[in-house]
């Protein structure tokens, strides 16, 4: 069975610290994974998307890493801030234009 | 630019009832898929359309069925209404072509009571 699995469910740091979120895949042969931002009662946000032959995307504070063989990712948050507070989900998808499975997804909290 | 945008926003139902929510694709995207997510837990897929034809279907049961129209907005409908049908329902699009991210609307808040 395909799933996916973040840890922690919920984080909580103090403002201007670097922090990691972590996202497991038990079959590596995906097509491309996404990293999603979620504010309470909102939709969804596309932050990142790593195609299958990257090791990482960048954007802004933000960056993602993928490691297909051992089937994990990471979204690395530096310099954190208020702001930063929402629930982060990592989905994977195994073929072109198939449908994105998520995980449970990890509560952060940065604290002023 | 306009995003995914659903309608209503929130809605209040009664078991057994149906329900239809609503969909714009954001511009240029002619696929969209439809996800199921419960309070505390990741979306889940109910389904998707491409070119008004279903092409994928997550473990819904057939009382939630979809339309896609020759604009590429889309339909969610759901027959016989059950309390466990409360969740948040999400509308992505995406555009033609490789690793084209999916962009999600905000979603309808669906209670069923």
């Known amino acids: 069975k395909q799933e996916v699995t973040q840890i922690p469910a919920a984080l909580s740091v103090p403002e201007g610290e670097n922090l990691v979120l972590n996202c497991s895949f038990t079959d590596s042969a995906i097509y491309n994974l996404q990293w999603f931002r979620q504010d309470p009662g909102k939709g969804l946000t596309s932050l990142l998307l790593?195609?299958?032959?990257?090791r990482e995307q960048t954007s802004g504070r933000l960056n993602a890493s993928l490691d297909k063989s051992s089937g994990r990712s990471t979204l690395y948050i530096a310099a954190s801030q208020p702001g930063d507070s929402a629930t982060y989900l990592c989905?994977?998808?195994?073929?072109?234009?198939?449908?994105?499975?998520f995980g449970q997804g990890t509560e952060l909290s940065v604290k002023p | 630019e306009t995003g995914v945008t659903q309608s209503p926003t929130h809605l209040i139902k009664t078991r057994g009832q149906q329900v239809t929510l609503r969909c714009s694709s954001q511009s240029g995207h002619n696929t969209v898929s439809w996800y199921q997510q419960a309070l505390g837990q990741g979306p889940q897929f109910i389904f998707q359309?491409?070119?008004?034809?279903?092409?994928g279907r997550g473990n819904f049961p057939p009382r939630f069925s979809g339309l896609q129209f020759p604009n590429y907005s889309s339909e969610l409908n759901v027959n016989a209404l059950e309390l466990d049908d409360s969740a948040l329902y999400l509308c992505?699009?995406?555009?033609?072509?490789?690793?084209?991210?999916?962009?999600f609307g905000n979603g309808t808040r669906l209670t069923v009571t």
């Open positions: 989905a994977v998808i195994y073929n072109q234009g198939g449908k994105l499975i």
């Open positions: 992505a699009s995406s555009a033609p072509g490789h690793n084209s991210p999916l962009h």
């Open positions: 359309y491409y070119r008004e034809e279903e092409n």
């Open positions: 790593i195609q299958s032959s990257q």
